[in-house]
T-cell receptor, first 112, second 114 residues
Framework: EDQVTQSPEALRLQEGESSSLNCSYT??????LFWYRQDPGKGPEFLFT???AGEEKEKERLKATLTKKESFLHITAPKPEDSATYLC?????????????FGQGTILTVHP | ETGVTQTPRHLVMGMTNKKSLKCEQH?????MYWYKQSAKKPLELMFV???????ENNSVPSRFSPECPNSSHLFLHLHTLQPEDSALYLC?????????????FGSGTRLTVV
């Protein structure tokens, strides 16, 4: 069974204090790893897809990286508006449709 | 506006009521999904529709009944719910049934069962 574990559960940072979120996974045949951002009362918003180990993608202050066992979401010099829940999800080749298995998320709070 | 619209945004219903959640996507996607999000738990896949055909029913109780009349609309019919069914219900769509480019989510319906 596919498993996705995110750590830490919650992270509090000061504005400008860089850090990383972790997503470790155990799957058979990774097809893609997805990062989403979710604000309170809203649906998840797509950030990145990573397909193979060694791949990196960047968007503003965020950079996502992927290894064979885990992915990191690096946040450089965060701002209060980066506060949100960050979700990681995996898609495997074991199904014939686009099923995503999600982790429980990391709640990020950035203080001014 | 994300391109996936869910109504209503909030719903309070008694355990004997019947209600429906609606989802509409304006993106020309061919697959649609229902997910349940409970507090401190990962998103749980409920149903998957690809080109209006249900391809997954993830062991969901029969008190939840999905309907997909066309590729742009998805409904979740609710009846005889339990308090533990209170959650955020999210609809999503993807470009094709393989979902290789990820999902686009709606804002969800916050359901409270009293």
């Amino acid at each position: 069974e596919d498993q996705v574990t995110q750590s830490p559960e919650a992270l509090r940072l000061q504005e400008g204090e860089s850090s990383s979120l972790n997503c470790s996974y155990t799957v058979s045949g990774l097809r893609g790893l997805f990062w989403y951002r979710q604000d309170p009362g809203k649906g998840p918003e797509f950030l990145f897809t990573l397909y193979s180990a060694g791949e990196e993608k960047e968007k503003e202050r965020l950079k996502a990286t992927l290894t064979k066992k885990e992915s990191f979401l690096h946040i450089t010099a965060p701002k209060p508006e980066d506060s949100a829940t960050y979700l990681c999800a995996v898609q495997t080749g074991g199904t014939s449709y686009g099923k995503l298995t999600f982790g429980q998320g990391t709640i990020l709070t950035v203080h001014p | 506006e994300t391109g996936v619209t869910q109504t209503p945004r909030h719903l309070v219903m008694g355990m004997t009521n019947k209600k429906s959640l609606k989802c509409e996507q304006h993106l020309g996607h061919n697959a649609m999904y229902w997910y349940k999000q409970s507090a401190k738990k990962p998103l749980e896949l409920m149903f998957v529709y690809s080109l209006e055909e249900r391809v997954e029913n993830n062991s969901v109780p029969s008190r939840f009944s999905p309907e997909c009349p066309n590729s742009s609309h998805l409904f979740l019919h609710l009846h005889t719910l339990q308090p533990e069914d209170s959650a955020l219900y999210l609809c999503a769509s993807s470009q094709d049934w393989q979902g290789a480019y990820g999902y686009t989510f709606g804002s969800g319906t916050r359901l409270t069962v009293v």
